[in-house]
């Protein structure tokens, strides 16, 4: 399906760069984008030379469109992706995969049952740093890997995102916001989650915008803002990860796995590269790993090229979406265990994706 047709619907913050990832990947094809605000849609049309702005309606409709990429806010996700599925179009969407687990279930029943492909974001673990440090483990670099600490912690995004509203609603908060990155990668890296356990709490029951256009609009919190979770992989391994938005300043490593034999310092799994370190146990100081891949700044969108160069090719991809599902399970695994005072117990698995070639996809 090399030059595939694509649409995006959803023409907000994000869509930018997915638009400008069309000009590196001759795969996103990228033929009509729309948004339930028209005028948005056709902005994003002018300025990056998109064929067609129309409605999601229309856009569904359009026989010659194989593949929508839905970047609207998540708590629409499912609807969109399961309307597009049942248009008979292929969905790559961003992150998280839906809301709910049941949702996400929904979306890929929804896809298996026509035999059509569904990819998500994240796919930062497809750049130069998080490929580099899968490398390190497959390699036996630190041994065999027993446990690792993820922290995403930060004061939210009303200082900076034009709409931040949707992060402190039903399905958002800082674990499915930041927590595909991380658990994406720790199960790239470490494979599927057995169970999980966590705590959650609420510490601000409204947060003011202090970004442009809406500053000083007063959010109200729905959600727990700061989750503190455990995991136990299949492997045997055990990660701790917190992620909040309740957090001012803090030195944490934000993702470490810890080996019989030594310890991976990854970078920022929110990015697409930086520094991967290793220290074995009989190092006086931490190495510096070159990358196995070339760098690319903020390479969002290689995961739907690698899906549709997939599809091309007739293999899986990689940013899959039964990766996302577990990660899926998983986050809202947290917040029921929170709510329980029990371990969640996973229901489903996943495969780690292979490595990419050195260059290309
Ligand atoms: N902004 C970022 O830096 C960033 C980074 C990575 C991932 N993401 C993810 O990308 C997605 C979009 O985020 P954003 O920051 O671009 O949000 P945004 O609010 O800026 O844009 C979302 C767009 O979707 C449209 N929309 C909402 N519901 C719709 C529907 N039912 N049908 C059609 N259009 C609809 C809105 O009108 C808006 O234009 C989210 O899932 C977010 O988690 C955002």
């Known amino acids: 399906m090399k030059h595939a047709r694509v649409g995006i619907i959803g023409c907000g913050n994000i869509s930018g760069i997915y638009c400008q990832a069309a000009a590196r990947y001759e795969q996103l094809n990228i033929v009509a984008c729309a948004d339930i605000d028209l005028p948005r849609a056709q902005a994003r049309a002018r300025e990056y030379h998109i064929e067609r702005a129309c409605t999601v309606d229309e856009i569904l409709a359009d026989e010659r469109i194989d593949l929508i990429i839905n970047l609207t806010i998540p708590q629409a996700h499912a609807e969109v992706s399961i309307r597009a599925l049942e248009a008979g179009k292929h969905v790559y969407t961003e992150k998280p995969l839906a809301i709910s687990f049941a949702d996400g279930r929904r979306i890929l029943d929804t896809a298996r049952a026509r035999g059509l492909r569904v990819g998500s974001a994240p796919d930062t673990f497809l750049g130069a740093g998080l490929q580099t440090g899968r490398k390190a483990v497959d390699d036996g670099l630190i041994g065999r890997p027993v446990a690792a600490t993820a922290f995403m912690l930060g004061h939210g995004h009303e200082h900076w995102h034009p709409d931040p509203a949707f992060f402190y609603q039903r399905g958002a908060g800082p674990m499915f916001d930041m927590g595909p990155y991380y658990l994406t990668a720790l199960i790239q890296l470490l494979g599927p989650i057995r169970r999980v356990t966590g705590a959650t709490q609420t510490t601000f029951a409204q947060r003011v915008i202090t970004s442009e256009p809406k500053r000083g609009e007063t959010i109200q919190v729905e959600v727990p803002t700061h989750i503190a979770g455990v995991l136990e992989f299949a492997s045997g391994a055990i990660a701790t990860l917190v992620t909040s938005f309740d957090v001012w300043h803090a030195q944490v490593p934000l993702l470490e796995i810890y080996g019989s034999e030594g310890t991976l310092s990854l970078p920022d799994p ?26 690319v700044d903020n390479d969002r969108g290689i995961g739907a090229a690698e899906m549709l160069e997939a599809h091309e090719k007739g293999r899986s991809h990689r940013a899959s979406g039964e990766v996302a599902l577990h990660v899926l399970e ?20 996943c495969e780690r994706s292979p490595l990419l070639p050195p260059v290309g996809l």
């Open 270 to 295: 929110n990015h697409f590269s930086g520094t991967v370190r290793v220290r074995r146990m009989d190092q006086p100081e931490s190495q510096e790993l070159a990358h196995i891949r070339p760098e």
């Open 330 to 349: 998983a986050m809202e695994g947290f917040h029921l265990a929170a709510q329980s005072g029990r371990h969640y117990e996973m229901t489903t698995s």
